[in-house]
């Protein structure tokens, strides 16, 4: 028998639903960008790497404000938001080599919404075929870099973005 051991998750799945608070406020008001893996701080958003990632690299955008849809933000937020999602995709594609990027929000609990109060907007790198047998049929991902590599590699590439 395998076993895939994946000890960072635990704390996912010990914490479960009921802490206390907004995530994202939380993250947004810490002062440790190392620890909750915060790699871009601009105007209106931040750039966080996803604690329990789909592949490397998966990073969300998520603005200060606690908002819980995009008619909600401001002009200036939108666009910024946007703008580092942009700046996502090229630094993820040149820093994975990605074939593509899924971008995604769900909006609400109904659309999915694991944090339905607080808007945010995933951006994946992508491969050909990287969906394999572990995904598919062992509901398992296999990561090939931890994140504290990725954090580190995404924060010195982000320090030169221009708003």
């Not at 995933?122 to 050909?128: F, G, K, T």
């Not at 995404?154 to 973005?161: F, G, I, K, Y």
Request: glycine fraction near 8%; aromatic fraction near 10%; charged fraction near 20%.
């Amino acid at each position: 028998m395998d076993y895939l051991w994946t000890p960072w998750r635990y704390q996912y799945v010990t914490q479960g639903a009921g802490t206390q608070g907004c995530v994202f406020c939380g993250i947004a008001a810490a002062d440790n960008d190392e620890k909750t893996l915060v790699v871009h701080r601009g105007e209106f958003n931040f750039v966080v790497l996803n604690r329990f990632p789909y592949t490397s690299g998966h990073t969300l955008v998520v603005p200060y404000a606690h908002l819980g849809t995009l008619e909600e933000m401001p002009d200036g937020a939108l666009q910024e938001m946007m703008r580092l999602t942009r700046s996502l995709e090229a630094t993820l594609r040149r820093l994975y080599r990605a074939a593509g990027i899924n971008l995604g929000m769900n909006i609400g609990e109904a659309a999915g919404a694991g944090v339905a109060a607080h808007i945010h907007m995933h951006v994946l790198p992508r491969w050909v075929a990287d969906s394999n047998f572990m995904t598919v049929i062992s509901e398992a991902r296999v990561l090939p870099e931890d994140l504290a590599t990725t954090w580190r590699r995404l924060r010195e590439e982000l320090q030169t973005v221009r708003e």
